[in-house]
């Protein structure tokens, strides 16, 4: 199979949507197939191009036997309806033109969103080529941002982007959901059930080994032995609640010895920092600029608990983030602050405890309650997780489903 595969973050931005793209279509072509995918040059997050590109050009690379084809962006910072909707809106006309015209034949065409318009440069191309298109949907858009206060309901953008949604389920062969709780919301639009596919998060088992070295934390921060790190570690989003590790700080009794660490970048981090300082606990939570792919599984090997936490929303009910299944390979208990699909997961594999979202008092009870495990009761659950992991989220697995599920389309 020949597949083009749209995205609009890919390597060496390294966040959840980037690495799925990456680790999905690597796992691909090992298994033979030629996979070419169409993304911008690196920006993510601040809206600045990485060194070694230039916003203007196209540019071709391979990267794990994978043909990358670069397009023109317009890079904007993950912040700003304005600008970021002129980001998100410029690279996918830039996506069809130059696929359309650089990109060898393929098979068929695969769009993942968000974000939406990825979808729509995937369909348009798919039209031109006369191919099938299929359409992968990791978050719910417009909803997703209704949820995180950028836009209201009623906003005329998120009416227009209503409509488009449903153009893009009617004009897909086949759609491909990153949980179960997505497919109903598919079946309200008129989706047929078998024009779907779950194929949701996981985890590239080579690089999350729990054999890697830990990071230095407790020396580069002084955080003394006896301390429980809890980790943070990624995108410092619209949709997660970072500030709830600062507020739960601010009135954690002082028999319970944790230190925070958020590792990370991304539209919410001045306004972390600033609540950080307010709250005078930044000799219990420490901020560190982002690190590439690669590091985070040392970050996680230094930490005792892995703390997911996203804004109390319906809509983040139906979202498993790929933290959860990261700190699972690292055999890392999990302090999960996320309603619904992802609180059952963790619950049934045994890999953590879950607490009300957007409540301190309730992180802290659930923290409390893996200190009071120690050592052993944690490993244990790390134990868990990661059993669990090998059996349902391992990636080259994932792409095996994935390309089963293409093929019948094609």
Same mark, same amino acid.
């Given at each position: 199979m020949r597949l083009a595969y749209l995205s609009h973050y890919f390597p060496p931005e390294s966040n959840a949507p980037a690495a799925r793209v990456h680790e999905l279509s690597r796992a691909l072509v090992r298994l033979g197939h030629e996979v070419h995918v169409v993304t911008g040059q690196p920006s993510h997050p601040r809206g600045v191009v990485y060194p070694g590109y230039r916003a203007a050009e196209y540019r071709r690379? =391979?990267?794990?036997?994978i043909q990358v084809h670069r397009v023109p962006t317009f890079p904007a910072a993950n912040r700003g309806v304005v600008v970021r909707g002129l980001g998100y809106a410029a690279m996918p006309a830039a996506q069809v033109a130059f696929a359309a015209l650089k990109l060898p034949p393929v098979d068929l065409v695969l769009a993942t969103s968000p974000q939406i318009f990825t979808g729509l440069a995937? $369909? !348009? $191309? !798919?039209? $031109?080529? %006369?191919?099938?298109?299929?359409l992968e949907v990791r978050d719910l858009w417009p909803e997703s941002i209704v949820s995180v206060g950028a836009l209201p309901a009623s906003h005329p953008a998120i009416r227009a982007l209503e409509v488009l949604e449903r153009r893009l389920y009617r004009g897909a062969a086949g759609i491909v959901s990153v949980t179960d709780s997505f497919v109903a919301h598919f079946l309200a639009h008129g989706v047929d059930p078998a024009r779907v596919a779950v194929i949701k998060n996981g985890a590239d088992l080579d690089l999350f080994d729990p054999e890697a070295p830990p990071a230095p934390l407790r020396a580069r921060l002084g955080i003394p032995a006896e301390a429980l790190i809890v980790l943070f570690c990624g995108t410092i989003g619209m949709a997660h609640d970072v500030g709830l590790l600062a507020r739960a700080a601010a009135i954690a009794p002082a028999d319970l010895d944790a230190h925070f660490v958020v590792v990370g970048d991304g539209a919410g981090l001045a306004d972390l920092a600033a609540e950080i300082d307010t709250l005078g606990v930044g000799d219990r939570v420490h901020l560190l600029p982002a690190v590439p792919r690669r590091e985070v599984p040392g970050?996680?090997?230094?930490? =005792?608990?892995?703390? /997911?936490? $996203?804004r109390d929303s319906p809509t983040f009910a139906g979202v498993l983030p790929s933290k959860i299944f990261e700190a699972m390979a690292m055999r890392r208990p999990i302090l999960l602050g996320v309603r619904g699909e992802a609180r059952a997961l963790v619950e049934e594999a045994h890999a953590g405890l879950a607490f009300t979202p957007g409540d301190p *008092?309730?992180?802290?009870?659930?923290? %409390?309650?893996? *200190? =009071?495990?120690? /050592?052993?009761?944690r490993q244990t659950l790390g134990a868990t997780a990661r059993a669990h992991v090998l059996r349902h989220h391992d990636r080259n697995r994932q792409a095996e489903q994935l390309a089963r599920f293409l093929e019948q389309l094609s």
């Open positions: 690379e =391979d990267i794990d036997g995937g $369909l !348009a $191309l !798919a039209r $031109l080529r %006369r191919l099938p298109f299929v970050l996680l090997a230094a930490a =005792d608990i892995s703390a /997911v936490v $996203l *008092a309730a992180l802290l009870t659930s923290l %409390r309650a893996l *200190a =009071d495990l120690g /050592v052993a009761g």
